[in-house]
């Protein structure tokens, strides 16, 4: 489908803040526009901080066929949730990193394969990210013993500034040997070095033989950006951060205003020429 000059043949959406509202809802307008995708012969795909568990809501409404990139890129599965590619945190590195979050006072979350860890089940987000994955955490006293083969470390806090800062102190602390970016506000996702979305771009265009700029991204965090740079077309959604609005091709609605329907309908069906006479491109409009 042509956007503009570029043929766009892949499109790869981030979850939450993109794909689903505020309430972590799927909108009907949403579920058609990707199924209006494969209709017109346009891959769809999906990336999250989430585990693997947390989007198997999604496959069927979405009918989605192309692999699925749980972690920010940690994991990735079949539409069966069959593993084709797995990259965990080194070893070595699991205590250092919780102590890193223990001492910037962020509440520590750690995944291992389908299992997800805490200290304490009534910190905040923990009721409402179970309501999301739709499966409750394992509570334990201690995470000793548990550092092994680590998907993904989360560090959790309602002090947006904090999680910011850490996320710096973690990327000066661990250099290349981790990626560090937040995926909410709230959190702090610490993967393997290459489970980044930037990653997973690569990964979905040397599987299905898709090049970079026909592409298509859309998302609303910082850990959307690398995606961004590896797509020809990138969409920052309404309601992000203007550091990530600057870092996309376009602009569109919030989540909670039909954005990625909004986006899909006007930039990639309906062809970016056309999109750009929109308000929304206007304001998004990259040079």
């Given at each position: 489908m042509s956007t503009g000059s570029v043929d766009i043949r892949l499109v790869i959406a981030d979850v939450d803040g993109t794909l689903v509202t505020s309430q972590k809802v799927?909108?009907?307008?949403?579920?058609?526009?990707?199924?209006?995708?494969?209709?017109?012969?346009?891959?769809f795909a999906i990336t999250s901080g989430r585990p693997p568990r947390g989007m198997e809501m999604l496959i069927e409404p979405l009918a989605l066929q192309t692999p699925i990139s749980a972690f920010n890129g940690g994991l990735i599965v079949q539409p069966d949730l069959s593993v084709i590619e797995q990259r965990t945190i080194p070893d070595e590195l699991a205590p250092a990193i919780v102590s890193h979050l223990d001492r910037a006072a962020l509440d520590a979350w750690l995944y291992r394969g389908s299992d997800w860890y805490l200290r304490d089940v009534a910190a905040p987000h923990v009721a409402r990210e179970a309501a999301t994955v739709q499966f409750e955490p394992t509570v334990v006293a201690s995470f000793e013993g548990l550092e092994n083969g680590l998907a993904k470390v989360v560090g959790v806090s309602d002090d947006h500034a904090l999680v910011e800062s850490t996320a710096e102190a973690a990327r000066q602390e661990f250099g290349a040997k981790v990626s560090a970016s937040r995926s909410q506000p709230y959190y702090l996702d610490i993967t393997h070095p290459r489970?980044?979305?930037?990653?997973?771009?690569?990964?979905?265009?040397?599987?299905?033989?898709?090049?970079?700029?026909?592409?298509?991204?859309?998302?609303?965090?910082?850990?959307?950006?690398?995606?961004?740079?590896?797509?020809?077309?990138?969409i920052a959604m309404g309601q992000s951060d203007r550091e990530v609005q600057r870092a996309a091709r376009l602009v569109t609605s919030g989540n909670d205003e039909e954005g990625f329907a909004e986006a899909m309908e006007r930039f990639v069906l309906a062809g970016a020429g056309e999109a750009a006479k929109t308000p929304a491109a206007q304001s998004g409009e990259r040079s």
């Open positions: 799927l909108t009907e307008r949403s579920v058609k526009a990707a199924r209006k995708l494969g209709e017109a012969g346009i891959a489970a980044n979305k930037g990653e997973v771009a690569l990964f979905l265009s040397a599987r299905l033989g898709v090049p970079a700029e026909q592409i298509a991204t859309i998302g609303d965090g910082p850990n959307d950006v690398l995606m961004f740079a590896r797509s020809g077309l990138s």
